[in-house]
């Protein structure tokens, strides 16, 4: 809940494990989390998200979050982004698994994925790279994913990108210039 910087020295020089055992970092609804320069590895959330949570402004520059995993029937194996605000640049995930959004999960926030590569995830259920979805008592968001890439997902039903939208809250997708494709199942997909 409070104003964190992190600066690493590169996603290639610097790792932060959660050693299969615990989620990385928790993001509260106060809070304001810059993230830049490392990889997050092996998190495993007990319920959602398996490296970070966040329910305030999350913003994360040239990161790589892989193998990590949401708790079993849940979402966002990456980073599950409820609320708030988050912004992904220049980001990779890859290897991370959950029910839903293997990559991430971002659900009533107003998200921005920018120059990233979402790769070989898994959702058991939905969503193999993401998951974007509002729900009741929310108001309209939207993600925009521009410059990317999102190939190569898996799932046991959408492989890519599901939207999911509550009756009367919108759920925007705003896509340009970005790769969508190879993803299991479907490479998009609204409910």
Known sequence: NKLLTITGPGANSLTVSGGNLIRIFRVGGAGNLTVSGLTLANGKGGDVGGAIVSDGTLTMNNCAVVNSSAGSGWGGGGVYQAGGIGFFRDCTFSGNTAAVGGGLHVINSSST??????????????????????????ASKSLTVTSSTIAGNNSGGTGGILVEAAAGISALLNIRNTIVSANQNANLAKN
């Open 113 to 138: 994925i920018l120059g990233s590569t979402i790769s070989g995830n898994t959702a058991t259920t939905s969503g193999g790279a993401v998951k974007f979805e509002t729900i009741g008592g929310g």
